[in-house]
């Protein structure tokens, strides 16, 4: 089953008069781990804008989980988003006034079908993501904001896998974490999304880390926006 599907998609913002994004084609199939590079400027931010429904396309069709995501309403986007895509954001978008395992629980309280999958009470599953990610137990009653950045990233990942999404987008997750660290973190990542046969979509700079993955995707040359700029 192909999990996005993009065809013929064009992207600009209102009043531009040239495309940020030309992409005749791309596929990811279900369970796929892919690695998307490419420099700055190729369309990487505009494309996970679009991914999320964010925004939405020019010309062209999106599909996730074949259906078609662009056409729908952006309520219904919202919505799809909440129950089928978990989204680990370059800045995080943790929220300082809740606990740890309250920013993990966000999906499950915004997501019935998420709430759902869940094989145990939320805040046990919460706990072994976290555990499972290496963030220490005396943690997780603690504000956000006493946390170092690194293990914020840990609960951003925790809180986009919860509830076992089809799709889980990774925007630079591993900016802050060193060498091994990252690694480490991937691998743990990539655990997880097995467990739940939840695809991957990895964002980063580091092509270091692209032989953990199924394929690579080099936005640059895919993106024929940027190839007829050059």
Known sequence: MNVIELTDITFRWPKQTEDLLDIPSLTIKKGEKVFLKGPSGSGKSSLLSLLAGISQPTSGEI??????????????RDQFRANHIGYIFQMFNLLPYLSVIDNVLLPCRFSRLRKDRLSSAMDIEAKRLLTQLHLPQEYLEKPITELSIGQQQRVAAARALIGQPELLIADEPTSALDHDNREAFIQLLMAECDKAETTLLFVSHDETLESLFDRSIALNELNQAVRGAC
């Open 63 to 76: 599909q996730l989980l074949q259906q078609p995501f662009s056409q729908q309403k952006p309520t219904h």
